[in-house]
């Protein structure tokens, strides 16, 4: 039982010894390149910008980690670029991409755990295995020679233009500086694929930072592109507007009412969506849309008369009157007739028991027609008249009680508040209830047995002659 417990005890400490070589491993492989893929997500593409990817066998001043969306600027490269290359001697190695952009790690980098993927396999490597590297996702692009030219303001000498097979050959002197500068094309300058272009550049990455360590020399290098392959322009939203917005349309403007004014104050107002009128099955004429005069109408204490008078041809009267009726110790205006005139033919609809309101009220209805559940019968027609019919959409008068604010008063509505859908409902409870009612009085009514067998004594036996 010892050995068995010192075995497993052995094996346990080998185990968590292996779990924290792997997390190790972990931290110095994969979560640099992560993080720069993280941050190349995180940042906006609004103006034109190229990544900056730095790294070094010497030890690089800090950097505090920039804001998600943080674009840096040509000064801020400028002065990082001149503490981290002020003093001393240096060798710098420039990968100068023809064209590069932060979306270039993000589509062929592998981004989703697929490394054997990623055409940037190499470049990785040598970032997670240099003492120190730092990564700019977003610089804001200087121009094409920008970083050429500052680099070789910072270290003091020119760049030299060499490839892989030449820098193998090529002798460094360490006691001055060397700026080093390969060029790299994109895919836009050959028919095959980007992601094969890519892979070409991260094997001249891998060679030459081989052909570096083999020679020994400390060096730092720096993958940039000379611009950026791919430009998103930025949108001003000056003139858009900010915040929350509902996702309608916007109204259209909303036609005043009709007016008729006395010179006491307003008279009669009159407003309604749609004024159809046909003269002939289906051949309708919308009258709201016509301009209109109103020569001929009038205002005589109980009795309003409204004339509307179109270009067309088409006169459209509106007779009201009020009336206080006892029963209900109030004045009440009601819609008498409506008339329509075309030519010499005139047709008249009558709507005095169905159109009715409190004179201090205005009347309103959704829908007031002549032919289907008519609110205007026609009771006179001259000429060729008799097939004429009306229908107002939306409909809303007041003859009496109007004041000067410009509005309605209180809208009476013909849509009643029982309609007869709500009858039915009413009914159909009604009903249930009852039946509800009489079961519950009848379960409530059962009468128990007063008297039972008792299971020690005889049986109770009914004669069966009686």
């Not at 110790?329 to 008249?348: C, E, I, P």
Request: net charge negative.
């Amino acid at each position: 039982m010892t050995v068995r417990w010192f075995e497993s005890r052995e094996q346990h400490f080998a185990e968590k010894a292996q779990l924290k070589m792997a997390e190790s491993m972990y931290s110095r492989l994969i979560v640099p390149f992560s993080a720069l893929l993280l941050a190349f997500f995180a940042t906006g593409s609004c103006t034109a910008q190229i990544p900056f990817l730095l790294w070094s066998t010497e030890s690089l001043p800090p950097l505090a980690q920039p804001a998600a969306g943080h674009i840096v600027s040509s000064d801020e490269l400028s002065a990082y670029l001149g503490s981290a290359l002020g003093s001393g001697s240096h060798t710098v190695v420039l990968f100068l991409q023809k064209k590069l952009s932060k979306d270039d790690f993000t589509v062929f980098g592998g981004v989703y755990g697929n490394k054997e993927d990623s055409a940037f396999q190499n470049l990785e490597a040598a970032l997670q295995s240099s003492p120190s590297s730092v990564t700019f996702p977003a610089l804001e692009w200087p121009g094409s020679s920008a970083i050429t030219a500052l680099l070789q303001d910072k270290l003091g000498v020119s760049p030299l233009l060499v490839d892989v097979d030449t820098l193998s050959h090529l002798t460094i002197d360490q006691s001055v500086s060397n700026l080093l500068l390969i060029s790299l094309p994109y895919c836009t300058d050959f028919e095959k694929p980007c992601k094969e272009v890519l892979l070409d550049n991260d094997e001249v990455i891998g060679r030459v930072v081989s052909n570096m360590k083999a020679k020994g020399v400390p060096y730092t290098a720096i993958y940039t592109g000379l611009q950026p392959s791919r430009v998103i322009p930025e949108s001003s939203i000056s003139n858009q507007p900010v915040g929350r917005t509902l996702l309608q349309a916007a109204e259209s403007d909303v036609k005043p009412p009709i007016w008729f004014n006395m010179s006491t104050g307003p008279c009669i107002m009159l407003w309604a969506q749609n004024l159809n009128v046909s003269l002939a099955p289906s051949s309708w004429v919308d009258l709201a849309a016509q301009n209109v005069t109103l020569g001929g109408s009038s205002c005589e204490g109980t009795n309003s008369r409204l004339v509307l008078n179109y270009q067309s041809g088409y006169t459209l009267s509106f007779i009201m009157s009020q009336k206080f009726y006892p029963g209900s110790a109030r004045n009440w205006s009601t819609l008498d007739t409506v008339q329509l005139q075309f030519g010499s033919a005139t047709a008249t609809f009558t709507g005095n028991r169905s159109i009715h309101t409190p004179a201090e009220y205005s009347y309103h209805c959704q829908s007031v027609n002549s032919f289907q559940d008519p609110l205007l019968v026609k009771v006179n027609s001259t000429g060729n008249s008799s097939n004429w019919r009306l229908n107002f959409v939306d409909f809303q008068i007041q003859g009496f009680g109007l004041d000067n604010s410009g509005d309605f008063s209180y809208a009476s509505d013909c849509a009643g508040f029982f309609s007869a859908g709500i009858w039915m409902g009413l009914l159909t409870t009604l009903i249930f209830l009852l039946i509800f009612v009489y079961g519950l009085q009848m379960i409530v009514n059962l009468n128990t047995m007063d008297r039972f067998d008792d299971p020690k004594g005889p049986t109770i036996s009914v004669p069966q002659s009686e």
